[in-house]
């Protein structure tokens, strides 16, 4: 039986002792320097269903393969983002999760989270037998972000923040039953398949990275794998990001900074700087190269965009 706790947020034995044995091993790991991982949990059963509010400092909780070996669970776990972001890594994929969006995993495989900010979550571990889906649309639907602020995402969440705070669990049948009806909802949120829900948390996520661009068009550094590692993500992930949209990652960063020396050279207020310069100072250090690339990309050269001197009268 899980017991209900409540340790320490300031004490970091006491929760990674917590934390491996609600969650079958789970290990905090530094995600900061000199900044142990700390925490706090409640945990509730519902029959074979478990809620839980996790609470911490910034850190990544990993489940490793040995963990899998010694402690074997057959549960998938519902994550329901309430503050800070998390990012699950497991097999290859990338789920990126910010307030307002949930997400499944299988804790029978190895996995790791990385938490960020002082972050906050609502999770429900479900048997995977108690889930009446195909094994490939569940498989299916862990490679999804869902929306928890609508539809049956927001039913979802609300249940599983709602149930997990409860003081204690209630009587059986009753948990059975409150366990049974978080599962069918999962299952109603699982099969729902809100490709507008999954668009929207897509579109903040490229959002956020588009503004990080915009902010970085002056750092020579800037780059794919740059902006992946700033984001938490792979180069992989982040191309797919933007495989719908007209530009690649590297495609966004050379139009963006096209615009940028566009916008210089219309001002009248840097007539003194020379066309190089401008360009220079957005990262094109090759003058010829860059005169070719902004002839074909507005048709007309860079000098053609400068704005008259004004007629100063002698």
Not at 13 to 19: H, K, T
Not at 84 to 111: F, M, N, S, W
Not at 192 to 217: K, P
Request: with cysteine.
């Amino acid at each position: 039986m899980l017991e209900t706790r409540r340790p320490a947020f300031d004490s970091a034995e006491p929760w990674r002792a917590n934390l491996e044995d609600a969650f079958n091993d789970l290990v905090p790991e530094t995600l900061e320097p000199q900044c142990d991982p700390r925490g706090t949990l409640h945990g509730v059963e519902f029959g074979p269903v478990a809620m839980f509010l996790v609470s911490g400092t910034p850190q990544v909780v990993r489940r490793s393969t040995s963990a899998v070996r010694h402690a074997p669970a057959d549960s998938i776990k519902v994550c329901v983002q309430l503050r800070g972001r998390a990012t699950i890594h497991q097999g290859g994929r990338e789920i990126v999760l910010d307030p307002g969006h949930l997400a499944v995993y299988d804790i029978a495989r190895p996995y790791a989270l990385r938490l960020e900010g002082m972050w906050s979550c609502a999770v429900m571990a479900v048997p995977r037998d108690e889930i009446d889906m195909p094994e490939a649309d569940l498989e299916t639907a862990m490679d999804r972000v869902y929306a928890a602020g609508h539809g049956p995402g927001l039913m979802l969440a609300e249940f599983v923040r709602a149930a997990a705070g409860q003081v204690r669990s209630p009587a059986s049948p009753a948990a059975v039953k409150v366990g049974t009806a978080g599962s069918s909802l999962l299952v109603g949120t699982l099969i729902d398949c809100d490709d507008l829900a999954v668009d929207a948390a897509a579109d903040g996520l490229r959002s956020h990275v588009m503004a990080y661009i915009r902010s970085h068009l002056d750092d020579p550094r800037l780059s794919r794998s740059d902006i992946a590692a700033a984001h938490h993500m792979s180069p992989r992930t982040l191309d797919r990001l933007f495989a719908e949209e007209e530009f690649s990652v590297s495609g966004y960063i050379r139009q963006a900074r096209l615009e940028a020396v566009r916008r210089d050279l219309e001002d009248p207020a840097l007539l003194h700087r020379s066309v190089s310069a401008l360009a220079a100072q957005w990262c094109f250090v090759d003058a010829a190269h860059f005169s070719r690339m902004f002839r074909r990309h507005y048709g007309h050269p860079p000098s053609h965009a400068r704005p008259s001197r004004p007629y100063l009268a002698g």
